[in-house]
């Protein structure tokens, strides 16, 4: 048997490693995200501070959409809030100032989880980190928006509007301000779904064929997340099915443009 028949083994690849990789212990990665949730904890504090300094504006922005509703039906007074236990008002505020600190500190606190995962990513999935943060972000603030300025006054006109002589309406804050911030966080999550399909796509999980081809049962799904996220009535329900399945043939559409680019020979 000659030199040239015997075939050498290539040793086994090994897989790469992120950059910057260090090894670590349990305990280690424990008391780096200790100290990590601690910075994010301490960033929220004045955040916090600064929603409970504006917390009756807080509280004015939250009931404005209620008030054309209630101009619109001619109902009797304005469209006032009220409580029946002593601590309600109270914990109102601080409920509505520890989600705005969330919010207004929302930076420094994806920043903490940002360095808390950093150290195990690769160059490329580094680089679409931030462009997929903002864009959560974005959207989310869109979802909120649409909410707030489109669907929320018109809905309150349709609940309201069967309330009569012997069925008056009167809001309570402890009915109110959680039905109220379940919504706006609902249609920011609705808004959230091209970003989700696009990561999908990216990360290789499924193709723009693939996502095209369950749109007919998306269509079915999203009919049925609507009616579970919303009060109910058929405007509300409408009003994010549509976004619903618009913004999923969005993020189909954002799926066949990545296909495109991964395919287009580098230069």
Not at 83 to 94: C, K, L, N, R
Not at 123 to 147: D, N, Y
Not at 206 to 232: E, H, Y
Request: aromatic letters at 14%; hydrophobic letters at 55%; a neutral charge.
């Amino acid at each position: 048997m000659t030199s040239e028949q015997i075939q050498i083994p290539e040793p086994p690849q090994l897989p790469p490693v992120p950059e910057e990789d260090q090894e670590m212990t349990f305990f280690q990665h424990l008391n780096e995200l200790r100290s990590r949730l601690l910075r994010a904890i301490v960033g929220m504090i004045p955040a916090v501070a600064i929603g409970w300094f504006f917390k009756k504006e807080i509280k004015d922005f939250l009931v404005a959409p209620l008030q054309p509703a209630w101009e619109k039906l001619n109902l009797p007074g304005h469209a006032v809030l009220r409580f029946s236990g002593p601590a309600d008002a109270f914990m109102m505020y601080m409920k509505n100032s520890l989600i705005a600190g969330v919010l207004l500190a929302s930076p420094w606190i994806f920043w903490q989880l940002w360095m808390f995962i950093a150290p195990g990513l690769y160059k490329k999935e580094k680089a679409l980190a931030v462009p997929f943060i903002i864009a959560s972000t974005v959207c989310f603030a869109g979802g909120a928006v649409f909410g707030y300025m489109l669907v929320f006054p018109e809905a309150f006109t349709v609940l309201l509007g069967f309330s009569d002589e012997t069925l008056v309406a009167t809001m309570f804050v402890k009915d109110y301000m959680p039905f109220f911030r379940r919504m706006l966080l609902a249609f920011g999550i609705v808004f959230e779904v091209p970003v989700i399909v696009t990561f999908l796509a990216g990360a290789g999980i499924v193709t723009w064929q693939q996502l095209l081809k369950f749109s007919r049962w998306w269509i079915v799904c999203a009919a049925f997340i609507s009616m579970m996220l919303t009060p109910q009535d058929v405007y509300t329900m409408v009003m994010m099915l549509i976004p619903l399945v618009l913004l999923y043939y969005v993020g189909v559409g954002c799926a066949y443009l990545i296909s495109v680019f991964q395919k287009k020979p580098a230069a």
